[in-house]
């Protein structure tokens, strides 16, 4: 089971990126899928969060100009960010709680990371 993180890149203030992280493996259902971010000497911080039933958690510097979509038939989630700033620069992981044929009960699993920075 992996989860394989995109869409990253380099924006302007102002700007939009939308990024796409994909869950694939012996996957039985997915509970909450998430972002993570982490800026450059700084701790990992969650960013949005989606449950499988559609509800969403953001952090307050992020709310209002992200979105957290989910997609269950594809075992994707998305964030859409816009009207980026220079703080939201960082590293970007996705994160599922996932159920699979190849461990018990849920297990926290993460994506490779995408690079987002925002020049002002």
């Known amino acids: 089971v992996q989860l394989q993180a995109s869409g990253g890149g380099l924006v302007q203030a102002g700007g939009s990126l939308r990024l796409s992280c994909a869950a694939s493996?012996?996957?039985?259902?997915?509970?909450?899928m998430g972002w993570y971010r982490q800026a450059p000497g700084k701790q990992r911080e969650l960013v949005a969060s989606?449950?499988?039933?559609?509800?969403?958690n953001y952090a307050d510097s992020v709310k209002g100009r992200f979105t957290v979509p989910r997609d269950n038939a594809k075992n994707e989630v998305y964030l859409l960010l816009n009207n980026l700033g220079p703080e939201d620069t960082g590293v970007y992981y996705c994160?599922?709680?996932?159920?699979?044929?190849?461990?018990?009960?849920?297990?926290?699993?993460w994506g490779q990371g995408t690079q987002v920075t925002v020049s002002s």
């Open positions: 994160n599922a709680a996932i159920q699979s044929t190849n461990w018990r009960g849920l297990r926290s699993i």
């Open positions: 493996g012996s996957i039985i259902s997915i509970n909450v």
């Open positions: 989606v449950t499988r039933s559609g509800v969403t």
